[in-house]
């Protein structure tokens, strides 16, 4: 017999009770999306039935999502500093921590003089680029190893701004020219840090997540080493987010490379998650 509204919304919450700390509002994002309904609908509508269309997609969906996959992979967006970007599986799914990230970028920026050139290095959905951009004067570039990721950031930067935003495929700064800012979210999980992570953000691709050797710090001292030759030495700056026992070390890594004024900033629950410093280019 074919449920209303209501007694679908029930079930699923219950069902979904097991792997998410949020059941009735994922039970109802899911139901909204299969049918197209508002909030409000979903009450104004909760003794009706759904179409066999909207119901075999809500099934396909709800059991996508007991199955562990994100609901931002499942919906195919996420928003992030107010804005809502497309996402895949070849993505790393925005996060509120990054968002960080984007705030003490635009800051810096908005204390020049000058409107910089940034890279954001690393960057899979385009996320912090496109946010920094979106909110401030600059030349952007968008540059990641994954040629999957960079179709998604290019949608997204098409999508969201105004600006020719340049797209590169790269490994590292191995195809990137000179900046004026350097901001990045690169892979930085420890080997074991991935395998502990939930089953969720095991399902986010691994060349987004871990960073190699012991601290998980490997992809981020290649980036710095070779950051002083990607920037301009224009009151240039990086930014680099990465997980709170790392901070310090950055730090360090900052400092031996001659990166001046270094900092570690705090993000939303105090935690300790992004490390930048300075950099200008003495003249010998
Ligand atoms: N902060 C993310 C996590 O803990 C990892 C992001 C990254 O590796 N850049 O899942």
């Keep these: 017999m074919s449920k209303t509204v209501r007694e679908l919304l029930v079930q699923a919450t219950a069902s979904l009770r097991d792997i998410s700390d949020t059941p009735r509002l994922e039970a109802r994002i899911l139901l ?3 049918t197209g309904f508002s909030q409000v609908q979903t009450i104004t509508k909760s003794e009706e039935q759904i179409s066999s269309d909207s119901l075999y997609m809500f099934q396909q969906m709800l059991s996508r999502r007991l199955n562990h996959e994100p609901m931002a992979y499942i919906l195919g967006e996420r928003e992030f500093y107010g804005r809502d970007f497309k996402v895949t599986k070849d993505t790393l799914i925005p996060r509120p921590d990054t968002e960080t990230l984007v705030e003490i970028a635009i800051n810096y920026i908005n204390s020049l003089d000058y409107r910089p050139s940034v890279l954001d290095l690393c960057t899979g959905t385009g996320c912090v680029g496109i946010s920094v951009a979106a909110e401030c004067d600059c030349d952007i570039a968008l540059a990641d190893i994954s040629t999957k990721a960079l179709e998604c950031a290019k949608y997204n930067a098409e999508n969201l701004l105004n600006q020719k935003t340049d797209i590169i495929e790269t490994n590292l700064f191995s195809n990137c020219k000179i900046y004026d800012i350097i901001i990045s979210n690169p892979p930085y999980l420890t080997h074991e840090w991935c395998e502990e992570a939930s089953e969720e953000v095991q399902k986010e691709p691994r060349l987004a997540l871990e960073g190699f ?4 710090l490997s992809l981020i001292r290649d980036i710095v080493k070779d950051a002083p030759s990607h920037l301009s030495g224009n009151k ?7 997980d709170y026992r790392q901070t310090l070390e950055l730090k360090k890594i900052l400092e031996n490379t001659g990166f001046t004024e270094v900092k570690i900033y705090k993000d939303l629950n105090d935690k ?3 490390v930048g410093g300075t950099y200008v280019r003495t003249i010998n």
């Design 32 to 34: 909204e999306r299969a």
């Design 213 to 216: 050797s012991e601290d998980g």
């Design 236 to 242: 240039s700056a990086i930014f680099i987010e990465c």
């Design 272 to 274: 300790q998650r992004v």
